[in-house]
Antibody, heavy 120, light 110 residues
Framework: EVQLVESGGGLVQPGGSLRLSCAAS????????MHWVRQAPGKGLEYVSA????????YYANSVKGRFTISRDNSKNTLYLQMGSLRAEDMAVYYC?????????????WGQGTLVTVSS | NFMLTQPHSVSESPGKTVTISCTRS????????VQWYQQRPGSSPTTVIY?????PSGVPDRFSGSIDSSSNSASLTISGLKTEDEADYYC?????????FGGGTKLTVL
């Protein structure tokens, strides 16, 4: 069974940093691209970032480019999102998601999400 | 990049059929596969359609997907509506590995 478990969310002040993690199990992690998708309270899904299966290619939404960094450790079956210069508009539930293939295109499994609150 | 536009909300009665549209702003809808995700209140999204019209195992055949090149849009059709189908539905596609989501459609089954 595919499982994606996010962690690392919490309360952070504007301008602060946070690192999210996503522990994957139930599949060969190194064979799939992975995504971070967020959802602000009461809003729709917003693509944040994605990474190819071998970590060689990364992709970012314009809203987070230069502030967030996606990475993965295939030996630990873990996906990361390093978030910096956080703003109020970054407050959201952050979902880790698995792609169907080796490069980002289509999501097939989602985690349960972790809440990031940006407030002073 | 392109945008995907969905109606904000739709409503229909139990047992009826509803169709949710997803229109691509530029580029051909047929160029890249379209996925559909269901998100019930308080839950994570789940995939109900992938690659335009494929259903993951466990998704009932009441759910179907299609694309229409003439209107440059994709559609999710749910037949035999049940109250449990009440949820938000999002379409998604991509171009050069950049993922794009539609704004979501709230389906009310009343």
């Amino acid at each position: 069974e595919v499982q994606l478990v996010e962690s690392g969310g919490g309360l952070v002040q504007p301008g602060g940093s946070l690192r999210l993690s996503c522990a994957a199990s139930g599949f060969t992690f190194s064979s799939y691209a992975m995504h971070w998708v967020r959802q602000a309270p009461g809003k729709g899904l917003e693509y944040v970032s994605a990474i190819s299966s071998n970590g060689g290619s990364t992709y970012y939404a314009n809203s987070v480019k230069g502030r967030f960094t996606i990475s993965r450790d295939n030996s630990k079956n873990t996906l990361y999102l390093q978030m910096g210069s956080l703003r109020a508009e970054d407050m959201a539930v952050y979902y880790c998601a698995r792609d169907q293939g080796v490069v980002p295109a289509a999501i097939d499994y989602w985690g349960q999400g972790t809440l990031v609150t940006v407030s002073s | 990049n392109f945008m995907l536009t969905q109606p904000h909300s739709v409503s229909e009665s139990p047992g009826k059929t509803v169709t949710i549209s997803c229109t691509r702003s530029s580029g051909s809808i047929a160029s890249n596969y379209v996925q559909w995700y269901q998100q019930r209140p308080g839950s994570s999204p789940t995939t109900v359609i992938y690659e335009d019209n494929q259903r993951p195992s466990g998704v009932p055949d009441r759910f179907s997907g299609s694309i229409d090149s003439s209107s440059n849009s994709a559609s999710l059709t749910i037949s035999g509506l049940k109250t449990e189908d009440e949820a938000d539905y999002y379409c998604q596609s991509y171009d050069s590995s950049i993922v794009v989501f539609g704004g979501g459609t709230k389906l009310t089954v009343l």
